[in-house]
Each structure stands twice: as structure tokens, then as C-alpha cells.
T-cell receptor
């Protein structure tokens, strides 16, 4: 089944403790993105990647890192999480820029 | 910053009625897409309309695009309770960024 898989689905962590949210797609898509969703703000893009080893900042990249060492994987790294990073995170992929996205199921992160 | 803005923020209708949601955007676009999100879940792609298209259909969905007004509308005909969800428009523009999403319209279809 064609899908984008995110893990974990839920995560509660403490301020400053490094964490990684994994994202993997099995559709050979070139484009991958990370978004965060907050009430009233819609989805805001954190980082995106056009292909392996090519990443760029979105609207809200501060406090996040990404890497794209393999085409299928696009992990999101929070080096030192803070409470304002409490949010619902989505990974998404598409074959090329501008195509319809396939979204993962989301990761609900709480930083206390 | 957001590109698309949906209107209304919330819409409540009876089953069988039509639902219309609007999206306005600010800059020139390559295409505009509509997505559905059931509560807290991942978004599902519904339909894509390119900047040189004016109207597109998919099942009970009809999307229009007016590039002169920088606006789009999504019409769901003969709505069902299962259509209850949030609907988002997203634009692919010429900016360095990838797809940009609006804040969404929350649709409630009452049985």
C-alpha cells in the first residue's frame, strides 16, 4: 500500500531533550515536506526537500533540523525542544513539486 | 505566512444540501489544491486545478478557479454526514517555498 509512515504517533517529552520524528514513504517520491498544524493557524511548512541531499527552509524552520540521506526517509529533528513546539506534525510527499501530497497520519508532540 | 484563506471558517448544513467553501490567495499560482482532514488525522488530497483551468469535477466535488480574482471555490453536492471534516486549500506559487495551506473551513453535515 502506498503510504507515508510517521513515528511515533504520540510523544510527550521534556524541554531540552533531543528527539527525532521519523518519516518514510514507499512511493519513490522526490518531494517531501514537514508541516506543523496549530489551532487557528492552519498548516505551516517547516522544511522541505526536493530530492536526496537537497533541503530548504519553509516558513517556520527555527528550532528544527532535517536530513535527506535516502530518497524514502525524511526525519525531523528537534535538538532542544521547547514548549512552543508542542503541535501536531505532518510529513507529506509528492512525486514532484506541485503534485498532490500524500500525508502521514501525524505526530502529536507535547513538550513540557 | 499563509497564502490561501478559506471562507467561511465554519459551515453547518443538513445532509443532502450543497456546501460551498471559498479560498482566496495573494500571489500568482501554478496550481491550487483542495484537501480534506478528518479530526486530527492526515490530510487527504481531493482535487488539483491548474492555473489555466477554470473548472474541474471529481464525483460530487466541483472546483472553480478565477485567477483574475485570485479565488477558488469548492462545491460539495448532496452532502453526507461522512463529509464532515475540515477542508483546506493549498497553493503552489512561484515562491521558494513548497505548498502553502490556508487555515481551513470546518464543515459539519447534520444527518
Amino acid at each position: 500500500e502506498a503510504q507515508v509512515t510517521q513515528n511515533p504517533r504520540y510523544l510527550i517529552t521534556v524541554t531540552g531533550k533531543k528527539l527525532t520524528v521519523t518519516c518514510s514513504q514507499n512511493m519513490n517520491h522526490e518531494y517531501m515536506s514537514w508541516y506543523r498544524q496549530d489551532p487557528g493557524l492552519g498548516l505551516r511548512q517547516i522544511y522541505y526537500s526536493m530530492n536526496v541531499e537537497v533541503t530548504d527552509k519553509g516558513d517556520v524552520p527555527e528550532g528544527y533540523k532535517v536530513s535527506r540521506k535516502e530518497k524514502r526517509n525524511f526525519p525531523l529533528i528537534l535538538e532542544s525542544p521547547s514548549p512552543n513546539q508542542t503541535s501536531l506534525y505532518f510529513c507529506a510527499s509528492s512525486f514532484r513539486r506541485g503534485d498532490g501530497y500524500t500525508f502521514g497520519s501525524g505526530t502529536r508532540l507535547t513538550v513540557v | 505566512s499563509q497564502q490561501g484563506e478559506e471562507d467561511p471558517q465554519a459551515l453547518s448544513i443538513q445532509e443532502g444540501e450543497n456546501a460551498t467553501m471559498n479560498c482566496s490567495y495573494k500571489t500568482s499560482i501554478n496550481n491550487l489544491q483542495w484537501y480534506r482532514q478528518n479530526s486530527g488525522r492526515g490530510l487527504v488530497h481531493l482535487i488539483l486545478i491548474r492555473s489555466n483551468e477554470r473548472e474541474k469535477h471529481s464525483g460530487r466535488l466541483r472546483v472553480t478557479l478565477d485567477t483574475s480574482k485570485k479565488s477558488s471555490s469548492l462545491l460539495i453536492t448532496a452532502s453526507r454526514a461522512a463529509d464532515t471534516a475540515s477542508y483546506f486549500c493549498a497553493t503552489d506559487d512561484a515562491s521558494p517555498y513548497d505548498m502553502r495551506f490556508g487555515a481551513g473551513t470546518r464543515l459539519t453535515v447534520k444527518p
